[in-house]
């Protein structure tokens, strides 16, 4: 029987990274892991209610991250860009750290192959090649889930159901990934259940990937308003955002969407979902259909 694993969650009350914890408690990968433990800076609401059912609490702060990695094999950073010293601080402990498999704080866009400078993807790179170059011992597996269903399909990506009016960058036919925070936790819970050879340095996933277009239909389908979609130039709206370079990354995303670079198929970037949940034996992938359903075709109204 392998030797059950320590596993700790940075983050794990935020958005995202209360979803991973749910999933690492839950009683499907539970049995997998000796203990999970909860890195927060204070015992809020969340974290209280995740001690609740069964998470180990540990309060960590710039000082002790060390301390607070002690006896942990497995790190999930789910920290969100506000965190960024926080995430210095995890880059900078992990060589002094038990810690065998890191996850990084991405679980978005994969943006390793992009040929631009964007402030906000550079400094996780950097942050990567530090622990790559510094942290000899520690393996790493960046997660790729495309963009998060439950987030995206708002006004900053184009979708505004509001107005009855989405703007897509390029063909409305071309198709994104898109995955649900739950879905995403899953994710994680899975790799990290596997054996350390087999969970690759990069994965790519998909609940669901599906064009502009498509959304359109599916959000009018299940309530929402008629909607209109408007293309936009692609190598007009491209060279506009690169000369803005802005801090956040909302509209680089919306011009690597009309390129298809955030296509998590087989064909395209790459999957790697029957690695986790192969034929959904596991757990049945949430659909735009699926999300679309629970707002009444109405998102962010």
Not at 62 to 70: A, F
Not at 90 to 108: Q, R
Not at 165 to 175: D, F, K
């Given at each position: 029987?392998p ?9 794990g ?11 690492l ?83 978005g ?14 400094t ?7 622990v ?13 889930i ?5 987030l995206?399909i708002?006004?900053?990506f ?18 994104s990934?898109?995955?649900s ?7 994680v ?12 340095p ?16 599916i ?61 959904e ?5 949430k659909?735009?259909?699926?999300y ?10």
């Amino acid at each position: 029987m392998p030797e059950l694993r320590n596993v700790a969650v940075a983050g794990g009350t935020g958005r995202l990274g209360h979803h991973v914890v749910q999933s690492l408690l839950s009683p499907q990968f539970r049995s997998n892991f000796r203990d999970i433990v909860l890195l927060t800076r204070d015992r809020n609401e969340v974290a209280v209610k995740l001690e609740s059912e069964g998470a180990t609490i540990r309060l960590y702060n710039e000082d002790n991250m060390v301390e607070s990695l002690k006896d942990i094999d497995i790190l999930v950073n789910t920290l969100a860009s506000k965190g960024h010293h926080y995430k210095l601080k995890i880059v900078e402990a992990l060589p002094k750290s038990s810690v065998k498999l890191y996850f990084p704080s991405e679980f978005g866009v994969d943006h390793y192959k992009n040929t631009f400078k964007q402030d906000q993807w550079d400094t996780k790179r950097a942050m990567y090649e530090t622990v790559k170059n510094e942290a000899l011992s520690v393996q790493m597996c960046l997660v790729f889930i495309g963009l998060v269903m439950e987030l995206s399909i708002g006004p900053w990506f184009g979708y505004d159901t509001r107005s009855g009016r989405y703007t897509c960058v390029g063909p409305a036919t071309v198709p994104s990934s898109y995955t649900s925070m739950a879905d995403a936790g899953k994710i994680v819970a899975a790799l990290a259940t596997l054996p350390y050879s087999k969970i690759p340095p990069s994965t790519h996933f998909g609940g669901d990937i599906i064009s502009c277009g498509e959304i359109a239909r599916i959000m009018k389908a299940n309530g929402g308003p008629e909607i209109t979609v408007e293309e936009l130039d692609l190598k007009e709206f491209r060279e506009k955002v690169l000369e803005q370079n802005a801090l956040m990354p909302a509209d680089h995303i919306r011009f690597l969407m009309g390129e298809g670079k955030i296509d998590h198929r087989t064909d395209a970037l790459g999957s790697d979902a029957d690695l986790v949940n192969e034929g959904e034996k596991n757990w049945k992938w949430k659909t735009m259909e699926d999300y679309a359903r629970e707002v009444q075709g109405k998102p962010f109204m």
